[in-house]
Structure formats: C-alpha cells, structure tokens
T-cell receptor
Framework: EAGVTQFPSHSVIEKGQTVTLRCDPI?????LYWYRRVMGKEIKFLLH????????ESGMPNNRFLAERTGGTYSTLKVQPAELEDSGVYFCASSPNWALPVPEDTQYFGPGTRLTVL | DQQVKQNSPSLSVQEGRISILNCDYTNSMFDYFLWYKKYPAEGPTFLIS?????DKNEDGRFTVFLNKSAKHLSLHIVPSQPGDSAVYFC???????????FGQGTRLTINP
C-alpha cells in the first residue's frame, strides 16, 4: 500500500510569489490533515478535511493560505503571496474514517515539503 | 501557549541501555497520546499510543507511561539500538477533535 505522498519535496521562492503544495493521501483515507513545522519548533496543525469538506481550519495562519481537496482525493495548499515567515516544512497526513477508532486517531504522515521563502 | 512540551531538546544514550523520553501537557481535555519518530528528510512515523483510560501501553521494546494527575507521559525504549537514533515527537489529541498537538521533539542519539 502506497503511503502519503507530497510534491514537491523542496520549493524555493521569493517573497511575494505563489506556491502550491500537493498531497496525495493513502487511498481510501477520508481524513486529510495539513501541518507545518517552522524552524525546528513543534509541528503545528493547519487544517483537517473530511473527504472534500473542511472540518477544522482553526490552524490556518491567515487568508494568504488556501487549501482545497478536489473530489475528496488529493489536496493542495496554496500560499499567495508568500512571506518570509511562511518558510518551513509542510506535512500532510491522512487517516481512515474509523468506524471504531482503533488505533485511535493515528495519522500517517507524508515526507513533507520544505518551503524556503527568500 | 504551548500545550504539549518536551523540555529536553536532545538525549544521548549508550546502546543497550534504556532511553527515557519525557513529555508534559497542560490541557486536561487531552485523552489520547501518541509518540512519533522522525528520521531526517522523512515524515513522522507513528510509534505507539495510549488512551487516557490506561496508564501503560507496551509494544516490544517500546513502553509508554501516562500519569494523568501529573499531566506527564514518558516513552521508554529498552534496549536502545543505533536505529533508534531519531527525533521523537510527543503528540496529544482530544477525542473527536482529531487534530494532533505536538511537542517540539527530542533528538535521541544512541551511541555504540
């Protein structure tokens, strides 16, 4: 079974430009999450999709960030315009829609996209 | 306001000995706790978890202990092996909320 994949693995852009990150979850996983780790700090939650619907977007930093999940499959995270503080590693994770949460709330992470804004 | 804290940024342990990684949390609503392991240039990999109704969960060389009154959990690895060298993240969630709240990570180095 293929794991969570993310593209690109690295992106270097200049301040003010636009970048789009893509995440392909594990096939059949209804739940898709975006997280971000900045400068070696904790991994912070950004948002959560259940299928194509946004379940929780409380972690999105501001309206420069736009996440979509077309048809409940892959997801994109667009940053427009990018700022210096957006630099970090963006992780995507997915989990099944557990009928019974066993193992509860376990999320499977992709390798991340390292974004550098110059 | 960091709700999950790993106060040791790094830990060095001799191969074959026990590694103990610690994690503290402040939100009493958390009822599920996980440990993830992360190698460089890879995403976090689920290691072991524990529900708040338990105080111990064991899986092979890995054991997680939960002390709810102290809002503290720990991960024990015994015996430690060189392949255990990685960054370990503690995470917590409120059942139903699904989002994970992570600590800052502890870099574990196992010395031969």
């Amino acid at each position: 079974e293929a794991g969570v994949t993310q593209f690109p693995s690295h992106s270097v852009i200049e301040k003010g430009q636009t970048v789009t990150l893509r995440c392909d979850p594990i096939s059949g996983h209804d739940n898709l999450y975006w997280y971000r780790r900045v400068m070696g700090k904790e991994i912070k939650f950004l948002l959560h999709f259940v299928k194509e619907s946004k379940q929780d977007e409380s972690g999105m930093p501001n309206n420069r960030f736009l996440a979509e999940r077309t048809g409940g499959t892959y997801s994109t995270l667009k940053v427009q315009p990018a700022e210096l503080e957006d630099s970090g590693v963006y992780f995507c994770a997915s989990s099944p829609n557990w009928a019974l949460p066993v193992p509860e709330d376990t999320q499977y992470f992709g390798p991340g996209t390292r974004l550098t804004v110059l | 306001d960091q709700q999950v804290k790993q106060n040791s940024p790094s830990l060095s342990v001799q191969e074959g000995r026990i590694s103990i990684l610690n994690c503290d949390y402040t939100n009493s609503m958390f009822d599920y706790f996980l440990w993830y392991k992360k190698y460089p240039a890879e995403g976090p990999t689920f290691l072991i978890s524990i529900s708040s109704i338990k105080d111990k969960n064991e899986d092979g060389r890995f054991t997680v202990f939960l002390n709810k009154s102290a809002k503290h959990l720990s991960l024990h690895i015994v015996p430690s092996q060189p392949g255990d060298s990685a960054v370990y993240f503690c995470a917590a969630s409120v059942r139903g909320a699904q989002k994970l709240v992570f600590g800052q990570g502890t870099r574990l180095t196992i010395n031969p």
